[in-house]
C-alpha cells in the first residue's frame, strides 16, 4: 500500500507548496485521511510499565477503532481488536486486570488472556462453531524504548526502522525505566481539524511570538533533524540568563541542582520529537510527555497528553516538576488557542494559505507525505460534495500506473 510512509512517488509534490484551506474542513476527507494515513501508522498506546503483571490491559480508542493491549500468562504484551467475535460489543474499557479470562459483558463468549476462545455459553446450540478461527483479531505491536505502539493496517516499515537514529539520541534519557507521572493526565479536546494541531506541533517557527514563556526560558532552536520516514527532532536548552517570570526563573535555578546526577548532556535540554503521522515526544531531563493528536471529527480533535517521570525523587526533583508542569499546562492553553484561530480562520471565503517557511521543513514534509496517501490534496478548490474518494483513486490510480 503507498501510504504516507512512501515516498517513491512524491517527486511531482510541489515541496513548498501548503495544503488548501478545505483540506482542513472536510469530513468526507476525514474518511479517506483514517483509512490510508491514521491506520497504516504506528500509534501510542502506553508504556510498559503500566502492564507489569498477565491480565493487565490498557484500551486505546481511535476514531472508529478500538485496541485492547493485554499482557498474557506468558509475559508477552498483545494489541487486539476491542470487539467480541460473536456480536461486535465491546469488551473492555479503560485499564484494569483481568485474572483470567476476557469476558463479553453481551452474550459471556470468553477469551484467554492471549486471545483464543474458551467459553461459549449454550455452545450445542451453534450449527457450526469453530472455536479456533474465533479468536480476538491481533493487531501489529511494537515498543521502542519501552513505549508501546501499535498498528491497525498492518504492513508497513517496523517502529525501530521509523525511528532510525533517533533512539541512540534519547537513549541517555532512560525512558524505558520511567513511570506514569500522578495525576494522569486527561485527554483533552480541541475545536480543530487534526491537521491543525499537527502542523503548529511541528511549528517551532511560531514559539518565539505565540509561546513568550518558553522563549524566555529556553532558546528555542528553530533547525531540525528530520529521516527519510518523517521522523524529526530539535533541541532548546536552558537560557543563562534568568527569566523576569518567577515561575521560570526558578525552574532555571533549581533544575541545576535537581539534575546535577543527570548526564551533562542532558542536564539542561529539552528535546521535541515528532513521528508520523500524529505524535510528538517532548523529552525533559527527568521525564517525557505524549502529545498525540486523534481526529474526532473533521472539526473536533482528541489530545492525549500523559506524562512520564523517573521514578527517582528528590524534593528539588519534585519542585523543579511542579514548576514544569505548570509552565507547560501554559504552553498547551496556548496551542489549544492558536490551533483554534488557526481553524476560525480557514473557514474564510477565498481563504488560500501562505507560503511555508525554511523553519516550517516538518511541515511541509508532512503535507508532502500527506500528499502521496491523499493525492487528492492537491487540487486547490474542493472537489463537489460526495466525489472526493472517487478524484482520490482515480488520481492515486493514474500516479501508481506511472511510477
Known amino acids: 500500500m503507498n501510504t504516507f510512509t512512501d515516498l517513491r512517488h512524491a517527486e511531482r509534490i510541489q515541496g513548498v507548496k501548503p495544503l488548501p484551506a478545505w483540506a482542513y474542513l472536510s469530513a468526507e476527507l476525514l474518511e479517506i485521511e483514517y483509512e490510508r494515513v491514521i491506520l497504516p501508522s504506528w500509534q501510542f498506546v502506553c508504556h510498559q510499565s503500566e502492564l507489569p503483571a498477565a491480565g493487565d490491559f490498557t484500551t486505546l480508542d481511535l476514531w472508529r477503532d478500538s485496541v485492547i493491549v493485554m499482557r498474557g500468562t506468558d509475559g ?6 476491542n470487539a467480541c ?9 479503560g485499564q484494569g486486570n483481568c485474572t483470567r479470562q476476557i469476558t463479553c459483558p453481551y452474550h459471556a463468549w470468553s477469551y484467554e488472556l492471549e486471545g483464543q476462545l474458551a467459553r461459549v455459553p449454550a455452545e450445542r446450540s451453534f450449527q457450526t462453531l469453530d472455536k479456533k478461527s474465533l479468536g480476538l483479531r491481533e493487531f501489529e505491536l511494537e515498543t521502542f524504548l519501552g513505549l508501546v505502539f ?17 533512539a541512540e539520541e534519547l537513549a541517555p534519557y532512560h525512558i524505558e525505566d520511567m513511570v506514569p507521572a500522578t495525576p494522569v493526565q486527561p485527554a483533552e479536546r480541541w475545536n480543530c481539524n487534526w491537521k491543525v494541531a499537527l502542523d503548529n506541533y511541528l511549528d517551532n517557527y511560531h514559539v518565539p511570538y505565540g509561546h513568550p514563556g518558553l522563549h524566555r526560558l529556553m532558546d528555542n532552536e528553530l533547525a531540525c533533524t528530520i529521516n527519510g520516514h518523517g521522523v524529526s527532532w530539535s533541541r532548546s536548552s536552558l ?3 534568568p527569566s523576569p517570570n518567577w515561575s521560570e526563573r526558578l525552574y532555571q535555578s533549581l533544575s541545576t541542582r535537581a539534575f546535577a546526577r543527570l548526564p551533562e548532556q542532558i542536564r539542561s535540554t529539552w528535546m521535541f520529537c515528532f513521528m508520523p503521522v500524529n505524535i510528538g ?26 506524562l512520564f517521570q523517573r521514578p527517582d525523587s528528590t524534593r528539588e ?10 509552565i507547560n499546562a501554559q504552553i498547551n492553553r496556548e496551542d489549544q488557542l492558536l490551533c483554534e484561530r488557526v481553524q476560525s480562520g480557514l473557514s474564510g471565503h477565498r481563504y488560500a494559505a501562505g507560503p511555508l517557511s525554511d523553519f516550517e521543513m516538518p511541515v511541509r514534509d508532512m503535507h508532502d507525505r500527506l500528499r502521496v496517501a491523499c493525492p487528492v490534496l492537491d487540487l486547490d478548490r474542493r472537489p463537489a460534495e460526495g466525489n472526493l474518494r472517487r478524484l482520490n483513486d482515480e488520481i492515486l490510480g493514474g500516479v501508481i500506473a506511472r511510477a
Open 150 to 166: 501499535v498498528r491497525i493496517a498492518g504492513g508497513g516499515p517496523s517502529l525501530a526502522s521509523v525511528m532510525g537514529d533517533l
Open 76 to 81: 508477552r504484551l498483545r494489541a487486539f481488536q
Open 281 to 306: 515526544l517532548d523529552v525533559y531531563p527527568d521525564g517525557m510527555s505524549i502529545f498525540q493528536v486523534l481526529p474526532t471529527g473533521a472539526l473536533e480533535t482528541e489530545v492525549r497528553m500523559p
Open 85 to 93: 467475535r460473536h456480536r461486535g460489543a465491546r469488551l473492555l474499557d
Open 239 to 241: 537560557r543563562e540568563r
Open 317 to 326: 526533583t519534585r519542585a523543579v516538576r511542579y514548576i514544569a508542569g505548570r
